[in-house]
């Protein structure tokens, strides 16, 4: 779809500084180790913005047992079982059905997990988001 790539190009390329500082305001105080959930269409993207943004991206989750196993900018797709244990931020980067990924991650009961969605960390991309021209695509 041509207009959420170019929606997405646009939110690539606004400033690397202000998508670390809405991360780090997201997490504020929350110990964990980066990831994002969602090796779809838009955790590419995420992902590419957290590395320019000079922060690691220690995994992408996703629940698709083909993608598990492969890489998106040098970084490993998991199961999201990784997440059952240890400290986490997770960005989940699905705009469809995003509800039924924090319901998932909500019943691996890990005090030490801190879930946002990305749309809510980006006001780059919520700006330039038009609700029903996208939620079906």
């Known amino acids: 779809n041509r207009y959420l790539s170019s ?3 646009h939110v690539c390329s606004s ?3 202000e998508f670390r500082e809405n ?3 997201a997490f504020r105080g929350k110990q964990g180790r980066l990831c994002v ?4 269409y838009w955790g590419p993207y995420v992902v590419k913005k957290i590395i320019q943004s000079g922060l690691e991206c220690a995994c992408v989750i996703d629940n698709s047992i083909e993608r598990q ?3 998106i900018e040098g970084v490993e797709i998991k199961s999201s079982d990784c997440l059952t244990t240890g400290k986490w931020n997770v960005i ?3 705009i469809k059905g995003h509800e039924s990924v924090s319901e998932q991650l909500s019943k691996y009961n890990n005090p030490n997990m801190h879930v946002v969605w990305f749309p809510d960390i980006n006001e780059t991309f919520r700006s330039n988001m038009h609700m029903e021209q996208w ?3």
């Open 7 to 9: 929606v997405f190009d």
């Open 15 to 17: 400033g690397v500084q």
């Open 23 to 25: 991360i780090e305001e």
């Open 37 to 40: 959930f969602g090796a779809g």
């Open 69 to 71: 196993g492969c890489r």
């Open 92 to 94: 989940i980067a699905i």
């Open 135 to 137: 939620l079906d695509q």
